[in-house]
């Protein structure tokens, strides 16, 4: 790793993402829109949404996040840009931190928006401090880039990139405790829910909602988040390929 080259990938993905408003509205805006959206579905009963609210808080912005830097790294390949660099003396894990870098300052953003937005207009009252559920949000976002990050390396076209959402994230959805509590599931979606990240983003986001402090269990749920966005950015570096086909 280099951190001159590192830095200086992260400046060029920043430069490319403000020249494109398109997907600046995409990170940034899609996520607040969507959780004002599901706040006014519940208008008549606030209490069902401080119970979800903070776990989707969580869950769209890593939806976009995975969304948006899948395609973008995709993009790097197919149009030839991941050949050349990697014929200069970047390093492939100095491109990935570059793009870790510069699209975790946008889930930075994206979390400050989403957060205050969820916290002021729309109401959502959690018992932890509020500063948590920012850095879980943040975690959140980090990992849905690492993993979009991941799974460019095994799509040939942008089309094949958008697949794998529900391939990678649908399953997780439907596992990670929102829709029915993970104790109560059949014992084999139980443990592969247990490995699965964003049960635990969602379990930290749920227990915020309940609990006023920081308890092992919320420790432990920030340590899995971190620890599976630094392993999808691994073996995205691992995988890295110069060329798409």
Not at 38 to 43: A, E, G, K, T, V
Not at 78 to 107: H, I, Q, S
Not at 129 to 152: E, R
């Amino acid at each position: 790793m280099n951190t001159t080259r590192t830095l200086a990938t992260a400046r060029r993905v920043l430069a490319q993402l403000r020249h494109d408003p398109r997907t600046i509205a995409m990170l940034l805006v899609v996520p607040c829109v969507l959780l004002a959206l599901l706040r006014y579905m519940f208008d008549q009963q606030p209490q069902l949404f401080d119970r979800v609210g903070a776990a989707l808080l969580g869950i769209f912005p890593l939806l976009v996040m995975f969304l948006v830097t899948s395609v973008a790294m995709l993009r790097e390949r197919t149009t030839g840009t991941l050949e050349r660099l990697l014929t200069m003396p970047l390093g492939r894990l100095d491109l990935l931190l570059g793009y870790a870098l510069a699209f975790g300052a946008v889930a930075l953003v994206q979390a400050v928006l989403a957060s205050a937005l969820t916290l002021g207009l729309l109401g959502l009252k959690v018992a932890g401090p509020a500063w948590l559920l920012f850095a879980v949000a943040v975690g959140d976002g980090l990992l849905g880039m690492a993993l979009g990050l991941l799974v460019s390396a095994f799509a040939a076209t942008e089309f094949q990139a958008v697949q794998f959402l529900p391939a990678v994230i649908l399953p997780q959805l439907l596992l990670c405790g929102l829709f029915v509590p993970r104790a109560n599931m059949a014992a084999v979606l139980r443990w592969i829910s247990d490995v699965l990240p964003l049960s635990y983003a969602v379990d930290a986001m749920s227990r915020l909602t309940v609990a006023t402090g920081v308890d092992a269990l919320l420790v432990r749920d920030l340590a899995v988040i971190a620890g599976a966005a630094l392993l999808a950015l691994a073996l995205g570096a691992a995988t890295l390929r110069r060329r798409t086909a």
